[in-house]
Structure formats: C-alpha cells, structure tokens
C-alpha cells in the first residue's frame, strides 16, 4: 500500500535537501512510513496530500488532550492578546506552578524550562550542588534527552558490562561520560553494587519511573528510593513521559513512591514547549542568585522559562485532566491494547510471541519471549519485526514512530480503539506472511 502521495513526496524531497542530516531528530523514519503533517484535529492527522490518520504518535506524547482542544486553544488565543513572552513572573506561570505543587506528591516547588532534556540536566545539576558529589545513577535503556549525562547507555546495541556506560552519540567529554554510571531497569542488586562501589560520590540516581514502556516490578521503586536515601543520593523521577499521564499525581502516585525531585514535561502543557524540574523545597535553595559568589551555587534559568503562552496552555489543560474519569479512561483504553494486541498477532496466525506491555494510555509491542523485565530483555526480541509491524500501521493510516510507543489520547473513542486493532491485525498477517 501506497503511503505517500505527490504533495508529500516533493516535500519530504525539499526537507532532505534543507534540513542537517536529512532529519528533524536522530533517528530516520523509514521512507515508506515518512509522513509530512499539515493538520491535526482530535485523535486525527492529515498529511500534505489530505491523507488522514488515526494519531497514535501525539506529538511523541504531548497531545494528551488530543489535537486542537477547544479549552486549549481558547487560552492560547486570550495569551496571544496579551502577550506571548516577558521573561519575568505573570500570573500564568504563578497559576500553573501552584498547579503542579497541589497536584505532584514530591512537590514542593517548581521550576519551568523548555525541554525535557533541559529539565533532567538541571535536575542532575541541582541534585550535584545540594549534595556536593559528582555522579549520577542512570539505567540502561532509560531516555533523559539528549544532554550530555543523559544520552548514555539509551539504548546500546552493545552494552558494555555495568557500571560502564555506552554514549550514544560522539563528541561527549569523556568527563561526562565517566560521571554516569549505568545499572539495569527491575534489578536492585545491580544498583546495591554501583552503591558499594561509588556510592560516597553518587549525587543522583535517575529513573523513568515506567522506564520507556517497561514496567516497575512491585517493590523495585520503592527498593531504589531506600538505596538513594541510604547512600546520600537524591531520587529523581524523570516523569518526562508519565508526569500528568499515568495519574493525576503521576507515577509518584500510582505507583505510590515519592523522589526528591522530579521532571515534567509533555503531557502537561498541552502541546506547548514547556517542562519542568519539581521537588523538596531546600533542594531548590541553591538556586537563590544572591548566593552567588557567596555559597555552593547551582545556574538554573534560561530565555524562555516561565513562558506564558505555554503557561496558559497548561492550565487549561489539565483543568481537564483534573475532571473525574480521566484516568480511568486513559487507563481502559490502554488496558483494551495491551490485551487484545497479543489475541490479535496470535489469530493472524504470527508464530512470534507477541507483548504489548506499558502502562496508562502508552502501549508498546514487542516481538519475542516475555516477561520483559530489562533493557537486555528488550534487546533479545525482534527488532526488525518491531519497526516493520509499525511500517505497516502507518501504511494503514495509524500514525505510530515505527517500533516506538503507541500514544493514546482522551480524543480517542472506542471506534479509534477498534480501528488500531483492526490496523493491528492486518499488520500481523503481512509480517505472518512474509515469514
Ligand atoms: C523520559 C524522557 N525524559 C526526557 C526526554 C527529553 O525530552 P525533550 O525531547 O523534550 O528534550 C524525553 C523525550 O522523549 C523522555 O521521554
């Protein structure tokens, strides 16, 4: 099946030639799954050429609330009137951080920046300075963005034995690199023996709390938090993708662990580019500018931060996400794929093991043996099959980063639910085919 038309083509030809690398971001769609979005309404996008598919991507998570909320755009309209950005406290962003600290169980205050991969650098560096020691726990196969500490060990094709991290890009200072140390997703041993090792200098331990679409087994969270706060480390949740998604509270409150700090980001701003670094108010303390010079200091700010069109999005949207039934609906529906994905893969007749594993309303799908606990674990399915079978949904106008979560919003009906699934499963029976 065709995917692209003529419109699309000429413009993914033009982007090629403009944009560095070919690409917006560092990784390639496949070409036959390479879309060009020139509208999004509800739990719908359409490409260059009137094309319409089913939005299961969302921005990479943002869109929570679904493309084009009515509340959403209403409040961004109202901020563009009275401006869109003064570098100074408006009672937008005052608003909005007073939301975040009633809502998010580690959070007494808050700062906003404007990416994730912002967010977890500053928390690294607030983590450093507050606690006077240099290195940062992060697991394999975790994503923080693309800063230096961060964009280690993400997802190694040849993972190094721990604690040793991988970079995933060039040009990182080895004295970045030799800062992080990696343990494994789901296994405290492996944390207890980073500890014994490093554990006088760890500054910070930093987790996906649901680590990409892994889930915490019970205990393992509740595991690393004693272990930090043995060792003198900071916990910091990255909530990157579950701030606002998994529960109101987040994952800090699902899952019912608090850290010491934590980020935000994507889901709670509506679609704008806002995140946020929140946690234990003395933690923040070192940030005060007139200790500059004078005491232990930590450099926390940036043009953007306290944007108030991003503000005013934010508000609004989680003035819905705050209504009684949300949660249970992005719960159900998520809940609705990851069980009926498998039956599905299994009725097209597909002799590969099928897992749709993740939480809330992020489901992703794995080809290989269960039960998916790690990275490593990850790593052993099929990835290939991975990528192709989301190829394919996109061939059938389910908009996915093929092989990458799928996104659910609350502009998803039951109708989308069935649509995936039907999408689903004729994508099983061409990989069922062609094996
Ligand atoms: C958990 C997590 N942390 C950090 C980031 C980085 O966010 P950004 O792309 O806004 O820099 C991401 C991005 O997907 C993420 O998923």
Redesign the pocket.
């Known amino acids: 099946m065709e995917s692209t038309g003529p419109l699309t083509r000429d413009l993914v030809g033009r982007a090629r030639r403009v944009f560095g690398g070919g690409t917006l971001h560092s990784w390639a769609i496949p070409e036959d799954a390479t879309v060009v979005i020139a509208r999004g309404q509800g739990a719908y996008v359409w490409d260059a050429d009137g094309r319409e598919y089913l939005d299961c991507h969302l921005g990479?998570?943002p869109l929570l609330l679904g493309h084009g909320h009515p509340a959403v755009t209403a409040a961004v309209k109202e901020q563009l009137d009275r401006g869109v950005s003064f570098h100074f406290f408006n009672p937008q962003v005052i608003d909005f951080a007073d939301r975040e600290v009633a809502a998010v169980p580690c959070a007494e205050a808050v700062r906003f920046v404007?990416?994730?991969?912002?967010?977890?650098f500053y928390a690294m560096r607030l983590a450093r300075v507050f606690t006077g020691r240099s290195k940062i726990l992060k697991f394999e196969g975790?994503?923080?963005?693309?800063?230096d500490y961060?964009a280690q060990s993400t997802s190694p094709h040849h993972p190094r034995p721990f604690p040793h991290p991988v970079p995933d890009s060039d040009g990182i200072p080895a004295g970045a690199t030799e800062s992080v140390l990696i343990a494994a997703f789901n296994d405290l041993d492996s944390v207890r023996s980073v500890i014994a090792r490093r554990g006088d200098d760890l500054a910070a331990i930093i987790v996906?709390p649901m680590q990409?679409a892994l889930l915490p087994e019970a205990g393992f969270l509740a595991g690393v938090r004693d272990l930090a706060k043995e060792c003198g480390a900071l916990l910091i949740f990255?909530?990157?993708?579950?701030g606002f998604r998994l529960a109101w509270g987040g994952a800090q409150e699902r899952y019912g662990v608090e850290p010491d700090l934590c980020?935000l980001?994507?889901a709670f701003a509506g679609g704008f580019?806002v995140?946020a670094i929140a946690g234990r108010r003395e933690i923040f303390e070192v940030t005060r500018p007139e200790r500059r010079g004078k005491a232990t200091f930590a450099w926390l700010s940036g043009t953007f931060n306290g944007n108030p069109v991003g503000a005013a999005a934010g508000l609004a949207c989680l003035e819905v996400l705050s209504q009684p039934g949300v949660y249970d609906r992005l719960q159900s529906i998520g809940d609705r794929l990851r069980a009926e994905l498998p039956v599905a893969a299994q009725e097209a007749g597909l002799d590969v093991e099928v897992q749709a594993i993740g939480d809330g309303p992020v489901v992703q799908v794995f080809f290989g043996p269960g039960p998916l606990r790690t990275y490593r674990d990850v790593l052993a399915t099929d990835q290939n099959l991975r990528k192709q079978f989301g190829v394919e949904l996109v061939k059938r106008g389910v908009l996915t980063n093929p092989g990458e979560k799928l996104y659910l919003s609350l502009a998803h009906t039951d109708a989308d639910i069935d649509r995936v699934l039907d999408a689903a499963q004729e994508s099983f029976r061409i990989l069922a085919t062609a094996r």
């Not at 404007?114 to 977890?120: C, D, F, L």
């Open positions: 990479s998570g404007s990416t994730g991969s912002e967010a977890t975790a994503l923080h963005g693309g800063q961060a996906e990409r990255d909530e990157i993708i579950t980020t980001g994507k580019p995140a």
